[in-house]
């Protein structure tokens, strides 16, 4: 589209530019509803396969009322990709979440991944980009209400502030999370567009916007790389059911309908029921890396030496494989160190291949198919059973937590005898389906079932609030991308598991990507500087060394902390709820989760009903009850902080409870009230 100079009144021109590109975008999707398939497709498989493709279009195609379908506008000096020849008129391209085309197939809005929209993230007024002109718009309930220009090549034009931006960032934030897609910042969209074939490692304090760019990566290397990815398949992963929740919606926001989301509980609980529940050092012991050894040894004891030749009769010829031979098989075997599984298979055709030896030796000629019925052979079959017996992962793991001899000797030099003593169940179980399976026990299973058989690997992995995983999760997931690459999201500063990882080079080891690029992310858009400057006291005590975020955006008035009597606490834990309810968007009353009962009853009491983390905030109830244990990732407009003290005492240690309280400081994105009896932590006086 060339550009040319604006009409007499630019608003109503880029108004009718969007009814326009919405009329576009409806006539794009009904010609994907009026497909007729009938015709195209040879049997009833092809057709519910091409349907379904299609009814995914159709839903990509969705015209979202509420979410504008263009944010900003690129003004090019030159006609992009050609020679910039003197006077040569430039090009004009609207920036949005999808790609629309008018009837006669000319672009009226680029997709943001696209190469060309790449400039309204990068370009500035020391490197332009060949643009003269950035135009953002502002939406009032999906109505283009407003626009704001940035003339980058004018050199009598100041650098400014963009209003329409910062009022995008901190637009209320009622229901789910949104995606950022009109407010990636250069550093962000750096991250955003870094290649497939490389895992990243994104460190990011609260605010900075992480958990936005790994999502906004997915998105664009579904878009750069469809074909592969559709094949290999890619997945989120986030610390809990609450947070895939509340960010559940961004992905399709932006058109992609295919992404899996799961916590790592939810990968590793295919063989077993979670309904038990580790003591903290145990948890500890459970996930430390080493493990990994002790299971490896236990699966490889299963393998016995053969003292007896197989013999294998087939019609009147004995054909007779000595048991030094069948060793040197195993022996092999064993020291390729494939996997346990693919050993099993492969012993039997290696046995049979030596009888097939003989028998060319002896004169006859076999195939192939005489090869695989001797592996069939009851006599090579027992053989094997014998010597390489086939093994349940879950049996493998409720032994070693149930005997005492078995772990010990598989565990030698590696656990100590009390780290052993602890890990073991406390009652015994007597089958698998009986025991009472912890999540640190279905990682166990999980690596054990991993030894026997490779676990399938996706395209690409996003993991969100990283730093939380031990070192077997990390093991866990990184073998859902062993071939395919990852996105790790997280904080050191949020660790707030007792294994949480002390530093992104061990945690990327773990995981299998040692060389991942490490990025840091200290610019924060989200929680007021005054905000993020108090919760910033605790870093000190833990995370040493972690630089401290440093926010854009100055609030004043956005911090309260207020000290009353522990009979008035409740009550005026309710009335701050009531306060903040008076402003606009959405409101989160954490506490220790010891804590909510209490509270849940008092604000019941005053007639407040209250949502629980993950559940939708709408207009009519913006009030969320969330127990710190689940605050990590969520935001609010204003949030209430109750008790700083239990906070920290809830955990198991003070650096543990230190580093939830810090979490809980920092969900607020306009206010923070904290209010205590107990005195406040050290740091925070």
């Not at 329409?164 to 991250?191: F, H, K, N, S, W």
């Not at 207020?562 to 402003?583: G, I, K, M, P, Y």
Request: charged share 25%; hydrophobic share 40%; net charge negative.
């Amino acid at each position: 589209m060339p550009a040319h100079e604006e009409s007499s009144n630019p608003l109503v021109r880029e108004q009718a530019h969007l009814a326009a590109s919405r009329a576009a975008l409806r006539a794009m999707r009904e010609d994907v509803q009026a497909l007729d398939i009938r015709d195209v497709t040879a049997n009833w498989v092809n057709a519910a396969v091409l349907q379904a493709q299609i009814d995914d279009r159709i839903k990509a195609l969705a015209d979202l009322s509420h979410t504008p379908l263009f944010f900003g506008r690129l003004d090019y000096l030159h006609v992009v990709g050609a020679e910039k020849a003197e006077g040569a008129e430039g090009e004009q391209f609207y920036i949005g979440r999808r790609h629309v085309h008018d009837a006669h197939g000319d672009p009226m809005v680029i997709d943001w991944r696209a190469p060309v929209s790449q400039p309204f993230y990068q370009a500035s007024r020391n490197k332009p980009l060949d643009v003269d002109r950035r135009r953002r718009f502002g939406y009032t309930g999906g109505e283009l209400t407003a626009y704001e220009d940035e003339r980058l090549t004018d050199p009598a034009e100041t650098e400014q502030t963009s209003k329409l931006l910062q009022a995008e960032i901190e637009r209320p934030r009622v229901g789910p999370m949104r995606d950022i897609v009109a407010t990636i910042q250069p550093e962000q969209d750096e991250i955003v567009r870094s290649d497939l074939g490389g895992t990243v490692c994104v460190q990011g304090g609260p605010g900075t916007g992480k958990t936005a760019v790994g999502l906004h990566r997915v998105a664009y290397l579904l878009y750069a790389h469809r074909e592969r990815l559709a094949r290999t398949g890619t997945l989120v992963v986030g610390p809990n059911r609450s947070f895939l929740h509340y960010i559940e919606q961004v992905l399709p926001a932006l058109g992609e309908l295919e992404v899996q989301q799961a916590t790592v509980e939810d990968l590793v609980a295919a063989r077993v029921e979670v309904r038990g529940t580790d003591e903290s050092a145990a948890a500890v012991i459970k996930g430390d890396a080493r493990m990994a050894e002790v299971l490896r040894r236990a699966i490889r004891s299963h393998v016995t030496p053969p003292t007896e030749p197989v013999v294998v009769v087939r019609g009147s010829r004995r054909w007779r494989v000595p048991a030094y031979e069948v060793e040197e098989m195993v022996g092999e075997l064993l020291a390729r160190d494939m996997r346990y599984g693919a050993a099993h298979e492969a012993l039997p055709q290696r046995i049979a291949h030596a009888v097939l030896v003989r028998m060319e030796e002896a004169g006859e000629a076999p195939d192939d198919r005489v090869q695989n019925a001797v592996a069939r052979n009851p006599a090579v079959k027992a053989a094997v059973k014998a010597i390489w017996p086939a093994v349940d992962p879950s049996k493998l793991v409720l032994r070693l937590l149930t005997d005492a001899e078995f772990l010990a000797a598989h565990a030698e030099g590696i656990l100590t005898c009390d780290e052993q003593k602890q890990i073991l169940m406390a009652k015994p179980a007597r089958s698998v389906k009986s025991a009472k399976w912890t999540a640190a026990d279905a990682v166990l299973i999980d690596e054990a079932a991993d030894l026997v058989a490779r676990t399938h690997s996706l395209g690409h992995v996003v993991i969100d609030e990283a730093q939380d995983l031990s070192p077997m999760q990390y093991r866990a997931v990184g073998r859902r991308c062993s071939t395919g690459s990852a996105t790790v999201l997280g904080d050191l500063a949020q660790g707030t598991t007792p294994w949480s990882t002390q530093s992104w080079e061990q945690a990327l080891f773990h995981l299998g990507k040692a060389d991942a690029l490490v990025e840091e992310l200290t610019a924060g858009f989200r929680v007021p500087r005054e905000v993020i400057a108090y919760a910033s006291r605790l870093l000190p005590a833990i995370s040493p060394g972690l630089a401290p975020v440093q926010s854009v955006r100055e609030t004043p008035g956005s911090l309260a902390v207020r000290e009353v009597a522990t009979a008035e606490l409740d009550t005026a834990v309710v009335t701050a709820c009531e306060e903040s309810l008076r402003h606009e968007g959405s409101i989160g009353l954490i506490a220790a989760d010891a804590r909510i009962p209490s509270l849940s009853a008092a604000l019941a009491a005053a007639g407040h009903s209250c949502l629980s983390p993950g559940e939708e905030t709408t207009a009519e109830s913006r009030l969320t009850l969330v127990p710190a244990s689940l605050a990590k990732g969520l935001e609010y407009d204003y949030v209430v902080l109750d008790e700083p003290a239990a906070v920290v005492d809830g955990e198991p240690d003070e650096r543990t409870g230190l580093r939830r309280l810090y979490v809980a400081l920092t969900r607020a994105v306009s206010g923070l009230v904290v209010l205590h009896a107990a005195p406040l932590p050290e740091r925070l006086g």
